[in-house]
């Protein structure tokens, strides 16, 4: 009786999440991942209340297991390196979903054959225990890593503390059923207990933390008319910041007013505005030297330590300076290595060894970020150059 109850409660949970999600059009890769995640999990809770109050069959429920748990992992981490500006291509994002598109169907072809009797209960539980390591090594490894390159790369605005949040809930929920597990088999002894409800409820927070977000962005977007009012700002100042946003167009708005509305996170780091021009000075001065950015393994901590600047000293930099994140500075630099070949018309270039001379990883997120950046593919915009070299 409980566990039909809570995971109908949790299915009705992710159901107004996906409708509130599915209302607001997805504005880039994160928004789409986050849909397909709830839509993975209400189909995951669907399926679990299909076996438990329509079918009655208690032992499906429990001991078949779904394959839906292989996704979550995987989902969490494409989505990290899609922020962080290093998406990866489409056959890797598919080697790392096999597991879980096999094991799902594995988990349907089971449903099936156990209704028909064509399969004996042993059976089952000796797949559901080799899949029970596969799924903890995937939900523990997954976040734990995506937690690592986020907190390496000071990943600390809306986006970041979202993905590091989820991960934090998928490792709590499954220490949570592992630590129930072990205490009901060895000292509790509660028979009538359902272990998955556990992970299943800490689960839950996922589309709550998703729709947190969803709102604070809306509430966000919707400050486009006047900056708040700042002591520190004159009369004269406010007057003329009002004026400006007369004429800034509708989408740059509540940009500008969120950048007037940031938190003061580095108040007290000891940096004036003084000392970051002469780090943002030395920071562009060494990146037009040493070329830093052309190798695919850069990271914020080996670019602190060759410009001899405190690690926390460089993030302040990047976020409050140069309003972006590393990985976003790199691949601009990236990015502007790769026009300044393709302008030539008299250089052969080819397009997948463009990509890994500039300090890509793979041509698919080379060509995500240049289309980012110019609005066109680097083949259109090679061709674009060429056409106009040919008519001067």
Not at 118 to 126: D, E, F, H, N
Not at 158 to 176: D, E, H, S, T
Not at 205 to 233: C, H, M, N, S, W
Request: aromatic content about 12%; some cysteine; proline content about 4%.
């Amino acid at each position: 009786m409980w566990s039909v109850l809570v995971i109908t409660c949790l299915l009705f949970q992710t159901t107004v999440a996906v409708y509130l999600v599915n209302i607001a059009r997805a504005k880039d890769d994160l928004d789409r991942n986050l849909r397909t995640f709830l839509v993975i999990l209400l189909v995951h809770l669907a399926t679990k209340l299909l076996l438990l109050a329509v079918f009655q069959d208690f032992f499906l429920y429990a001991q078949v297991p779904t394959g839906f748990g292989l996704a979550y992992g995987p989902l969490l981490w494409v989505t990290a390196r899609s922020y962080l500006g290093k998406p990866l291509g489409k056959r890797k994002i598919g080697y790392h979903f096999l597991p879980f598109l096999v094991f799902s169907a594995l988990y349907f072809f089971l449903i099936i054959i156990a209704r028909l009797g064509g399969i004996s209960p042993l059976a089952i539980i000796r797949y559901a225990s080799v899949y029970e390591w596969l799924v903890m090594a995937s939900l523990y490894g997954y976040p734990l890593y995506t937690r690592y390159l986020l907190r390496r790369q000071d990943a600390r605005d809306a986006k970041g503390r979202l993905l590091v949040n989820m991960g934090n809930v998928l490792v709590l929920g499954m220490c949570a059923g592992v630590l129930l597990s072990f205490l009901h088999r060895t000292v509790l002894r509660l028979p009538d207990f359902d272990l998955r409800l556990l992970p299943y409820i800490c689960f839950s927070a996922i589309p709550i933390l998703i729709l947190r977000y969803r709102l604070q962005g809306t509430a966000a977007a919707e400050k486009t008319t006047t900056f708040p009012v700042d002591d520190r700002r004159s009369p004269a100042e406010s007057r003329l910041a009002e004026e400006l946003l007369l004429v800034i167009p509708d989408h740059i708005a509540p940009l500008l007013a969120e950048t007037a509305t940031r938190d003061r996170r580095y108040e007290k780091s000891g940096l004036d505005s003084s000392r970051l021009d002469e780090y943002s000075g030395a920071l562009m001065a060494f990146m037009e030297k040493s070329h830093v950015y052309l190798d695919p393994d850069i990271s914020l901590d080996e670019l602190a330590a060759q410009m001899k600047m405190p690690r926390h000293h460089l993030t302040q930099l990047l976020n409050d300076r140069l309003m972006k994140n590393f990985y976003s500075f790199i691949n601009e630099y990236r990015i502007g290595a790769a026009i300044a070949r393709l302008d030539d018309p008299e250089e052969e270039v080819n397009i997948l060894s463009l990509a890994f001379d500039c300090g890509f990883n793979s041509r698919s997120s080379f060509n995500n970020y240049f289309k980012k950046i110019t609005g066109c593919t680097p083949s259109a915009y090679r061709k674009r150059q060429v056409i106009r070299a040919v008519s001067s």
